[in-house]
């Protein structure tokens, strides 16, 4: 596969990016009902104006800090790896030819969806992981009780979760998160995270 792939239409196809120090692009390409094996970091890999229609998205490195915002469009994906960080969708003041979208996608094979959030999206046809992940969704609604919440969490990995969810513009329609990382950071047992991440409002498990 080239380095960069401009203007092209692939069907049907197992499409796999992989990238030296040069890095991939994918630059007002459409995938229609197509594999695509992802073996680039994000620091590598630059997408712009490229839709995603009908596709299964294996990344097989972990995809961290990846903002699928630049007119990017999944339609219908089911996404497997680890993707820790990113962001879906796109934020109000985005150019209308800048904006991404997410529709209809399915992330309950993902290994990791830690941190990641959706922006300005329908929830409604967004599937999710389960427990040990967790979903802060109504965030404005729920924004003054995580506040409250928030000093009675454990400092380190926990507590600094509900504040940085509660500081979330109005445009986050939900924010995922790992309780497998709370458990590292704070040495709580798993049961011992589900009895704190149960008080938490607006939060599905």
Same mark, same amino acid.
């Given at each position: ?6 203007? @092209? ?5 197992? $499409?796999?990016? @992989? @990238? ?16 695509? $094996? ?34 990017? $469009? ?24 800048? @904006? ?59 507590? &600094? ?16 998160? &790992? ?23 607006? $939060?599905?498990?």
């Amino acid at each position: 596969m080239p380095e960069d792939i401009r203007n @092209a239409v692939f069907e049907n196809q197992t $499409v796999e990016l @992989a @990238a030296d120090d040069t890095g991939v692009g994918l630059i007002d390409c459409t995938f229609r009902h197509c594999v695509i $094996v992802g073996r680039v970091s994000s620091r590598n890999l630059c997408v712009l104006k490229t839709r995603f229609e009908n596709c299964e998205i294996r990344w097989k490195v972990p995809l961290i800090n990846q903002k699928w915002k630049t007119s990017t $469009v999944f339609d219908g994906c089911t996404f497997h790896g680890r993707f820790i960080g990113n962001m879906f969708g796109h934020r109000k003041g985005t150019g209308k030819d800048e @904006a991404g979208e997410i529709m209809n996608c399915d992330f309950r094979q993902v290994s990791d969806l830690d941190g990641t959030s959706f922006e300005n999206c329908d929830m409604s046809g967004i599937q999710l992981p389960m427990w040990p992940h967790f979903t802060f969704t109504d965030i404005q609604k729920h924004k003054e009780a995580l506040l409250r919440l928030a000093p009675s969490f454990p400092l380190i990995g926990f507590r &600094s979760i509900l504040e940085i969810v509660a500081g979330e513009p109005p445009d986050t329609r939900a924010v995922v998160w &790992s309780a497998k990382y709370i458990m590292k950071k704070t040495g709580l047992s798993e049961d011992e995270v589900l009895a704190y991440v149960k008080q938490i409002p607006g $939060v599905v498990f």
